[in-house]
């Protein structure tokens, strides 16, 4: 009543016969080398498939190593740039001159002329 679907071994080494009719040539058809075929396209393809798996995970962790360097160097960066306006800045400049045994000025104190002084008189020949 119902018919079953079956599909046909591929891996027996018997050979399968065929024949139209009892009075016509007799044909054997031995399917082995379908079978090895397929197994070496599958081997082919699984090692493709692991190459390129490997491939994308060596540039994932490269691409994990790169950004890891960028955020150490953007740190790096961020500390060199508060040095600078450190040293850029009032408080820096004074710092500097104290390592440096620079003495402090302290305020000027200059001089007046009044136009009468004897320094402003030429002498007459």
Request: proline share 5%.
């Amino acid at each position: 009543m119902y018919k079953t679907l079956a599909f046909p071994n591929l891996f027996s080494a018997v050979p399968v016969s065929k024949s139209r009719s009892s009075a016509r040539v007799h044909v054997e058809v031995s399917t082995p080398w379908l079978s090895y075929a397929l197994i070496a396209i599958n081997v082919v393809l699984l090692l493709w498939y692991l190459l390129g798996v490997n491939a994308n995970a060596s540039k994932g962790y490269e691409l994990k190593k790169i950004q890891t360097n960028l955020s150490q160097l953007t740190e790096e960066s961020k500390k060199l740039s508060l040095s600078i306006s450190e040293k850029n800045s009032i408080a820096g400049m004074q710092e500097d001159f104290a390592k440096n045994d620079f003495v402090p000025a302290g305020q000027p104190k200059f001089l007046e002329i009044d136009q009468f002084s004897e320094a402003l008189h030429k002498p007459s020949f």
